[in-house]
C-alpha cells in the first residue's frame, strides 16, 4: 500500500542542518517536491509501513544533509562545449553531491547581458543541479566599464565579478560596489593585483625561484583584499572574496569582519590541501591555477581562517580545461582544475579526518552560509523548503579516477588518490537526481 500521505522518505540517516541547528538521527518525509517534516527516529516506525519499496530511501549510515551549494563554478557554455556543457556540469554537480551551482560569467560570448544569462539559464532547465548565474561586472570582463547590472539582476544574476580578473580600476570597483548595494547583491571579487601578477606562472617563492619561473607574490593578494575592504567600507556595500589563499587576505578580512565591513569569502580544497611545493615534482599542469598554490604557511592560515570562521564557505572553483590545452609545459597550461566531484572527498579527508571543522561545520559552509550570502532559496532542510537533500556517505573510502569524472574535462591533479567521504544519492526537488 503506497504512502498517500508523503512521496517518499529518507529513513536511518542522520540528518544534519546547521541552519536550524538539528543534528541527530531522523526521518525525512517529502511530499510535492517539498520537504513536509522530519520525524524523530523510531518513532515512524508504523507510518514507514504505509509506504511501498521505491517509496523508501535507505540512508542507514548515512549522513542527511541540504543539497550542497557550490558558489563558485565555471561552466563553459557558451563558448567552449568540448570543455562543459551546462548539462554536463550539472551532471558533475549532481554526483558531487551539489543541487545548486553557480556559474561564473567568462565564457564565449561573456555573461554581461540578458540573452547570454538566459540562454544559460534556458540550458539549465532540465539539468541535474540548478543553476545561478553570476553577471559579469564589467563589460567583456574588460575591467573598462560596468556591465547593465540592473539589466542583469532583472533576468536573475545574483551576483557580479569578473572572475579571473582582478577590477584594477578602484573608480570602476567603487561604482561596482554602489550598484551592487541598490540591488542587495555582492560583488565577488577575484583579488588578484594585476600589475603585481604581470606574466606569472606560480606562487612566488623559493619554488618558483628554483623552477625559473615567474611567481605571483602573496602581497599582490593582499593589497587587492585591503583596498577592497576599504572601498566597501565607504560603498556601505558588500563585498565576497573569490578564493582566498594568502594569510595577509585572511587576516586582513578577519580584521574587517571584525570591524563590521560585510566581507565575506570562500576556500577552495586544492589551496586547503597542496602548496607550490607540488609543481617541481610531475609539473602537473592541473597544478596551475590562478590564485596560485601558495606555500604552507599560507595554507595554514587559510585553514586557520576556515575553523575561526574568518572563511564562510569552500567552493570548488571547477575549472573545466581540455586536455589538448593542458598537455603541455606548465607554463603553457591554461589556469584552472575540474573540482565539482572531489570536493566532498578532499574536504573530509584533509579537513574533517584531521580534526580542523565537524561535519556540521562543513556542510554550514556549504549550504546555509552560500545560500545567504547570494539570497539564493535553499541551503535547509526546514519543513517546507524544496527537497534538495544530499545523502553523504561518509566513511566511504574510493579512489579518484578520471574514466568516473561525469565532467567532460579530467584536469584534476587528485587522479589517483585515495579519499574518504562521498556522495551516496543526491535528490532534487525530491528526485533522486544521482545515485551510485
Ligand atoms: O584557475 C582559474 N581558472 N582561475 C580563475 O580565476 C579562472 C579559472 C578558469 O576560468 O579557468
Request: glycine share 8%; charged share 25%; proline share 4%.
Amino acid at each position: 500500500m503506497a504512502s498517500k500521505k508523503y512521496d517518499l522518505v529518507i529513513t536511518g540517516g542522520r540528518v544534519i542542518d546547521p541552519a536550524l541547528g538539528f543534528g541527530r538521527d531522523a526521518d525525512v518525509f517529502i511530499k510535492n517536491g517539498a520537504v513536509s517534516r522530519i520525524g524523530a527516529a523510531g518513532k515512524s516506525a508504523g507510518l514507514l509501513r504505509s509506504f511501498d519499496d521505491d517509496q523508501i530511501v535507505d540512508a542507514a549510515g548515512k549522513l542527511v544533509v541540504p543539497g550542497l551549494i557550490d558558489m563558485h563554478v565555471h561552466l563553459r557554455e557558451p563558448g567552449r562545449e568540448d570543455e562543459e556543457t551546462v548539462i554536463s556540469g550539472c551532471r558533475a554537480a549532481a554526483a558531487g553531491g551539489f543541487t545548486s551551482i553557480c556559474c561564473m560569467p567568462n565564457t564565449s560570448p561573456v555573461m554581461d547581458n540578458q540573452e547570454t544569462v538566459k540562454f544559460v539559464q534556458d540550458r539549465a532547465q532540465n539539468a541535474d543541479a540548478r543553476v545561478y548565474v553570476v553577471g559579469a561586472a564589467t563589460k567583456l570582463i574588460e575591467g573598462k566599464e560596468l556591465s547593465e547590472i540592473g539589466d542583469l539582476v532583472k533576468v536573475g544574476a545574483v551576483a557580479i565579478t569578473d572572475d579571473g580578473h582582478y577590477i584594477q580600476n578602484p573608480e570602476l570597483m567603487r561604482r561596482a560596489l554602489e550598484y551592487a548595494r541598490m540591488f542587495d547583491i555582492p560583488v565577488m571579487q577575484h583579488a588578484e593585483d594585476q600589475y603585481l601578477c604581470n606574466g606569472v606562472i606560480m606562487n612566488e617563492s623559493y619554488q618558483s625561484a628554483r623552477l625559473g619561473m615567474v611567481g605571483a607574490p602573496s602581497v599582490a593578494e593582499e593589497i587587492a583584499v585591503l583596498r577592497d575592504i576599504a572601498l566597501c567600507r565607504v560603498a556601505n556595500s558588500r563585498l565576497h572574496i573569490l578564493h582566498v589563499t594568502t594569510k595577509g587576505a585572511v587576516d586582513a578580512i578577519r580584521q574587517a569582519k571584525r570591524e563590521g565591513v560585510n566581507v565575506t569569502c570562500e576556500a577552495t580544497p586544492h589551496h586547503l590541501v597542496l602548496t607550490d611545493d607540488e609543481i617541481g615534482k610531475e609539473f602537473n599542469t592541473s597544478l596551475r591555477v590562478n590564485p596560485p598554490l601558495r606555500s604552507v604557511r599560507d595554507r595554514e592560515a587559510v585553514i586557520e581562517g576556515l575553523v575561526d570562521g574568518t572563511i564562510d564557505c569552500i567552493v570548488s572553483d571547477h575549472a573545466p580545461h581540455s586536455m589538448e590545452e593542458k598537455d603541455c609545459e606548465f607554463d603553457q597550461a591554461p589556469p584552472g582544475m575540474i573540482g565539482l566531484e572531489t570536493t566532498l572527498g578532499l574536504v573530509k579527508t584533509f579537513i574533517i579526518d584531521k580534526g580542523y571543522l565537524s561535519w556540521a561545520d562543513v556542510i554550514r559552509k556549504m549550504t546555509i552560509n552560500p545560500a545567504r550570502i547570494l539570497n539564493l532559496p535553499g541551503g535547509t532542510l526546514q519543513e517546507g523548503s524544496t527537497a534538495d537533500i544530499t545523502i553523504i556517505d561518509p566513511d566511504k573510502k574510493w579512489t579518484v579516477k578520471a574514466r568516473d569524472f561525469r565532467s567532460l574535462s579530467k584536469n584534476s591533479p587528485f587522479i589517483g588518490w585515495k579519499l574518504s567521504g562521498r556522495a551516496y544519492k543526491t535528490l532534487l526537488g525530491g528526485k533522486v537526481v544521482f545515485e551510485r
